[in-house]
T-cell receptor, first 115, second 114 residues
Framework: AQSVSQHNHHVILSEAASLELGCNYS??????LFWYVQYPGQHLQLLLK??????LVKGIKGFEAEFIKSKFSFNLRKPSVQWSDTAEYFC?????????????FGSGTRLLVRP | NAGVTQTPKFQVLKTGQSMTLQCAQD?????MSWYRQDPGMGLRLIHY???????DQGEVPNGYNVSRSTTEDFPLRLLSAAPSQTSVYFC?????????????FGPGTRLLVL
């Protein structure tokens, strides 16, 4: 069965620090990978997604993620965080042949950015 | 467009009570789904629908019923609430069924069962 691990449950950074959130998945087939973000009091929204091609994908608000197939990883990065990046971040994966709603989510990482 | 809307935002129930969580979308999406989010766990799929009149079970369907009489609405019913159903519930929709489709989520309903 597919699974997604996010090892950092809580991360605290100061503004302008660099961010890297880890995501590892367990699945032997071809997958699609997603990062969702949930700002305080808001709904989940898509940050970025990877299907194929260039393993470095860029998303909204300056975020990017790199797919490393050999490591089954899809880490999220941002060179310089802002206070407004305080949120919970979820990595998700699905089988490329499966349905859109059959997403497997990680447990999430809560990011607090101090001004 | 309002996107995906959910009501109520917060609800407290006593064990054994029933209630319906409402979900609506105005994007004419065929595919809708319900997830629950528990501390330390990712979102888990409860039920989903591929169109009006068609629903199916997800990963954790026990204790929940759904129906889809219209494209817009996808309510989730708790038949007899239990403390284990204390959670945050998210409704989502997508235009297509393909694995690459983006899911659009509602703001969530926080449910506490005493």
């Amino acid at each position: 069965a597919q699974s997604v691990s996010q090892h950092n449950h809580h991360v605290i950074l100061s503004e302008a620090a660099s961010l890297e959130l880890g995501c590892n998945y367990s699945y032997g087939g071809t997958v699609n990978l997603f990062w969702y973000v949930q700002y305080p009091g808001q709904h989940l929204q898509l940050l970025l997604k990877y299907f194929s091609g260039d393993p470095l994908v860029k998303g909204i608000k300056g975020f990017e993620a790199e797919f490393i197939k050999s490591k089954f990883s899809f880490n999220l990065r941002k060179p310089s965080v802002q206070w407004s990046d305080t949120a919970e971040y979820f990595c998700a994966v699905n089988d490329s042949t499966d349905s859109s709603y059959k997403l497997i989510f990680g447990s999430g990482t809560r990011l607090l950015v101090r001004p | 467009n309002a996107g995906v809307t959910q009501t109520p935002k917060f609800q407290v129930l006593k064990t054994g009570q029933s209630m319906t969580l409402q979900c609506a979308q105005d994007m004419n999406h065929e595919y809708m789904s319900w997830y629950r989010q528990d501390p330390g766990m990712g979102l888990r799929l409860i039920h989903y629908s591929v169109g009006a009149g068609i629903t199916d079970q997800g990963e954790v369907p026990n204790g929940y019923n759904v129906s889809r009489s219209t494209t817009e609405d996808f309510p989730l019913r708790l038949l007899s609430a239990a403390p284990s159903q204390t959670s945050v519930y998210f409704c989502a929709s997508s235009y297509g069924q393909g694995a690459r489709e983006t899911q659009y989520f509602g703001p969530g309903t926080r449910l506490l069962v005493l």
